[in-house]
């Protein structure tokens, strides 16, 4: 693709980077086949090829963005699903975040929307604020079940709130926990934000089930408390920023090669987080930890894949017979990490019949706080993502990112009106119970 920007727009390093990702496009259009938004609308400005050419014309213009642009934007999830079809190795995701950085410093939104994602930016990664918003939340559903009914985004709010979530003390703690056995792997499990509220027993489950698989597991204190995901996603570039430099002063020492705390693999169990641990060598290219430790971060399907092929995963026998999973794969694994195979043979492994779901490539609608900020395409997706695990008549569903799991949960609940609602539980979950591990209490007394 031709461009147009001149000598003086050159010289920032962010106009040459997205240049030189713009003169890649070819134009060729195969990526809006892949596009949620486009496979919706239809509408080339709700393709990624549509896009780049608004941002090219930001970038270009250096103009502040018109209202119309800032919607077509703020409809992406960056689910990177374009990146992974096209053919000409466009890095979109390199010119969307420069994008939503450059509505955030331009552009002045409505005051709801303003105050909104200020508030997730601000909330979200706060544990204990989290928590207690979640509970004044449930006290007040009512109230903002009503209100809901004239914001779409209220609406979206109330239903994301749990009927009841674990207490606090059932996180586990920072510290270093022993393999069981010879030790194969020395690993770093990172706690996140949002899922130690939601659901901390993912990352108990993995405690476990990577100790009895040979791993001595580290678990840092908590750095910035957040990965600086949810802000990087809101275009808030500067607190993302700071937190990814608490984070790296923090860890530094998990992965200097001549560190005697550095560990083999860095692990994040939301795979949206994970990703994002990943993107620190571009976030912060010219700093050698940040490179070595995106170099070693792994989704916890890659590591198991690579333990199980040195060793056979402990399966307690006849677990996985009758059992059909449907597996979700989150876009941050497959799009973010390029990841789609590992997933399903770990799960094969322990014996389990695995189905994915229709048109799997195909973001579920939850892309961080993209279900509460534009609740109508959420809904068209989640809902389709639903119907399709629905359809592929497994007894339980399966994915790797708490995002995921909350949308597909809301959703297949009411599907659950109609017939009974699959469980959906993470990757974790199922593979510690089907190697020795407590079973999950969303499967009941099923089998
Ligand atoms: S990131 Fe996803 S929603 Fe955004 S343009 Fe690419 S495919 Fe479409
Ligand atoms: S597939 Fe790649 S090269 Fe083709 S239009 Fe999309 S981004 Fe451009």
């Not at 939503?100 to 410093?105: G, S, T």
């Not at 973010?336 to 799997?360: D, H, M, T, W, Y």
């Amino acid at each position: 693709m031709q461009t147009h920007f001149t000598d003086s727009q050159r010289i920032a390093p962010g106009i040459r980077s997205a240049e030189a990702v713009l003169r890649k496009c070819v134009h060729c259009g195969f990526c809006t086949a892949t596009c949620p938004t486009y496979r919706i609308t239809g509408d080339e400005l709700e393709s990624p090829r549509g896009r780049i050419a608004l941002i090219q014309d930001l970038l270009e213009t250096g103009a502040a963005p018109t209202p119309l642009t800032v919607s077509h934007l703020d409809h992406c999830l960056s689910c990177l699903s374009c990146e992974s079809t096209c053919p000409s190795g466009v890095s979109y995701r390199l010119l969307i975040d420069q994008a939503r950085e450059l509505i955030e410093e331009k552009y002045r939104r409505p005051p709801f929307d303003r105050w909104l994602r200020a508030l997730l930016a601000w909330l979200l990664p706060k544990q204990a604020w989290f928590r207690a918003a979640l509970v004044a939340g449930r006290w007040s559903r009512p109230l903002l079940r009503l209100a809901g009914r004239f914001s779409l985004r209220i609406d979206a709010l109330a239903r994301m709130v749990p009927g009841e979530f674990p207490s606090a003390s059932s996180a586990i703690q920072p510290g270093t926990y022993p393999a069981e056995g010879t030790e194969i792997r020395r690993v770093a499990l990172i706690l996140g934000c949002v899922q130690g509220v939601l659901a901390p027993e993912i990352d108990a489950a993995t405690l476990r089930l990577l100790r009895r698989h040979g791993c001595t597991v580290v678990v840092p204190p908590p750095a910035a408390g957040c990965c600086g995901a949810l802000p990087h996603h809101l275009g808030k570039g500067a607190p993302a920023r700071a937190m990814t430099h608490r984070n790296l002063d923090a860890w530094r020492e998990l992965v200097r090669v001549d560190s005697p705390a550095a560990v083999d693999t860095v692990l994040m169990t939301a795979s949206g987080c994970g990703s994002h641990l990943k993107d620190y060598a571009h976030l912060l290219p010219d700093d050698g930890d940040a490179v070595e430790l995106a170099r070693r971060v792994k989704d916890l399907s890659q590591l198991l894949d690579e333990l199980a092929a040195l060793t056979p995963l402990r399966v307690i026998s006849g677990i996985g017979a009758g059992l059909t999973l449907a597996w979700q794969s989150p876009c941050s694994l497959q799009h973010g990490f390029n990841e789609k195979s590992a997933p399903i043979r770990v799960l094969q492994a322990c014996g389990f019949e695995v189905r994915e779901p229709l048109n799997p490539h195909l973001c579920c609608g939850s892309a961080g706080t993209y279900n509460l900020l534009q609740p109508e395409f959420a809904e068209r997706l989640g809902r389709d993502k639903a119907d399709a695990i629905t359809a592929t008549g497994a007894t339980i569903a399966v994915s790797a990112n708490i995002g995921c799991i909350t949308q597909l949960r809301a959703k297949l609940a009411v599907e659950g009106d109609r017939q009974p609602p699959i469980p959906l539980l993470h990757l974790a979950q199922i593979l510690d119970w089907a190697t020795g591990g407590e079973r999950p209490a969303a499967l009941g007394n099923n089998k």
